[in-house]
Nanobody, 124 residues
Framework: QVQLVESGGGLVPAGGSLRLSCAASGRTFSSYPMGWFRQAPGKEREFVAAITRSGDSTVYADSVKGRFTISRDNAKNTVYLQMNGLKPEDTAVYYC?????????????????WGQGTQVTVSS
C-alpha cells in the first residue's frame, strides 16, 4: 500500500510555470508506475502523464505534450510534474496516482492509489 500527498499547486498567469510534487509513503515506491491526472469543474478526471517504475519511459496526453514533463526520484519517493506554458484550460485539480500493474498506464481505472489533489489555477 502507498499513500500519496501532492503539493505545489497555485495561481499563475497564462504562460507561467509550476512544478507539482507528489510524495509517497512506503518502501516500495519504485515498484509502482506513476501517473498524473486532472479534473476541471464539471468534467471527468482525465489523464495527463505517466512514467514507468524506473523513470526510463514517459507518456503524455496530447493536450500537454511539449509543455509538461513528468519525472521521478525513487530515492526520495517523489514524482514530479513540471508544467510550462500554462494555459487557462489547464486549470484543474491535479492528482497523482500509483498503479499496481507492471507497465505504464494511461487509464484512470488502472490506478489503485490516489492523492488528495492540488489546485492549479491559470489566469488569462
Amino acid at each position: 500500500q502507498v499513500q500519496l500527498v501532492e503539493s505545489g499547486g497555485g495561481l499563475v498567469p497564462a504562460g507561467g510555470s509550476l512544478r507539482l510534487s507528489c510524495a509517497a509513503s512506503g518502501r516500495t515506491f519504485s515498484s509502482y508506475p506513476m501517473g498524473w491526472f486532472r479534473q476541471a469543474p464539471g468534467k471527468e478526471r482525465e489523464f495527463v502523464a505517466a512514467i514507468t517504475r524506473s523513470g526510463d519511459s514517459t507518456v503524455y496526453a496530447d493536450s500537454v505534450k511539449g509543455r509538461f514533463t513528468i519525472s521521478r526520484d525513487n530515492a526520495k519517493n517523489t514524482v514530479y510534474l513540471q508544467m510550462n506554458g500554462l494555459k487557462p484550460e489547464d486549470t484543474a485539480v491535479y492528482y497523482c496516482a500509483a498503479s499496481s500493474l507492471v507497465v505504464i498506464q494511461t487509464t484512470r481505472r488502472a490506478y489503485d492509489y490516489w492523492g488528495q489533489g492540488t489546485q492549479v489555477t491559470v489566469s488569462s
